[in-house]
């Protein structure tokens, strides 16, 4: 099975960085995912990792160790716009042999002025 | 927009009753998702099909149940309705539905209220 482990809330100042961490167990991983959903959305793809290291986009960053089966997001320059949940999601086998994705339950971050 | 349509947006309920969620994917995606999101909840997976078959099952419940159909498009059908059933329900599509570096497009949800 399965297992994905993050904080359940964080706060943050504006203009601020934040890193929001992530840790997974799972049996043929194949990739990590990280995804932001405001509250009453839908959530929407940020990040994707499957090799070692860290993938820069713009304000955000993930950042993943299969090794340590570890995974952080971060964001830098703060806006209150970036108030969200955001959600850690792997890639692994399921069964019958598909590959199946799964979500944590998501951090809930709060910034602040 | 990410492409993927779902309706009805909003459904209010009584106990006992069955509901149908309908879903159409972004063109081309032969993978829909069903996930149930409760107030404050993580996101449940239900169910996945992949052109029309059902390729993985998650935490569902047997009074739900699904279907994808030629068109692609896919129906969550939701019986024997009880208060605990009131969550937000989102439909995602992807292109394969588990090769590499593919990413789930969520649409916008149902919102359920069961009273």
């Known amino acids: 099975g399965q297992n994905i482990d993050q904080p359940t809330e964080m706060t943050a100042t504006e203009g601020a960085i934040v890193q929001i961490n992530c840790t997974y167990q799972t049996s043929g991983f194949n990739g990590l995912f990280w995804y932001q959903q405001h509250a009453g959305e839908a959530p929407t793809f940020l990040s994707y990792?499957?090799?070692?290291g860290l993938e820069e986009k713009g304000r955000f960053s993930s950042f993943l160790s299969r090794s340590k089966g570890y995974s952080y997001l971060l964001l830098k320059e703060l806006q209150m716009k970036d108030s969200a949940s955001y959600l850690c999601?792997?890639?692994?086998?399921?069964?019958?042999?598909?590959?199946?994705?799964?979500f944590g339950t998501g951090t809930k971050l709060q910034v602040i002025p | 927009d990410s492409g993927v349509t779902q309706t009805p947006k909003h459904l209010i309920t009584a106990t006992g009753q069955r509901v149908t969620l309908r879903c159409s994917p972004r063109?081309?995606?032969?993978?829909v998702y069903w996930y149930q999101q409760s107030l404050d909840q993580g996101l449940q997976f239900l169910i996945q099909?992949?052109?029309?078959?059902?390729?993985a099952k998650g935490n569902i419940l047997e009074r739900f149940s699904a279907q994808q159909f030629p068109d692609l498009h896919s129906e969550l059908n939701l019986s024997s309705l009880e208060l605990g059933d009131s969550a937000l329900y989102f439909c995602?599509?992807?292109?394969?539905?588990?090769?590499?570096?593919?990413?789930?497009?969520f649409g916008p949800g149902t919102r359920l209220l069961v009273l």
């Open positions: 063109s081309g995606d032969l993978s």
């Open positions: 995602a599509s992807s292109v394969e539905g588990g090769s590499n570096q593919e990413t789930q497009y």
């Open positions: 999601a792997v890639r692994g086998l399921g069964s019958g042999g598909y590959q199946k994705v799964t």
């Open positions: 990792n499957v090799l070692d």
């Open positions: 099909y992949y052109n029309g078959e059902e390729r």
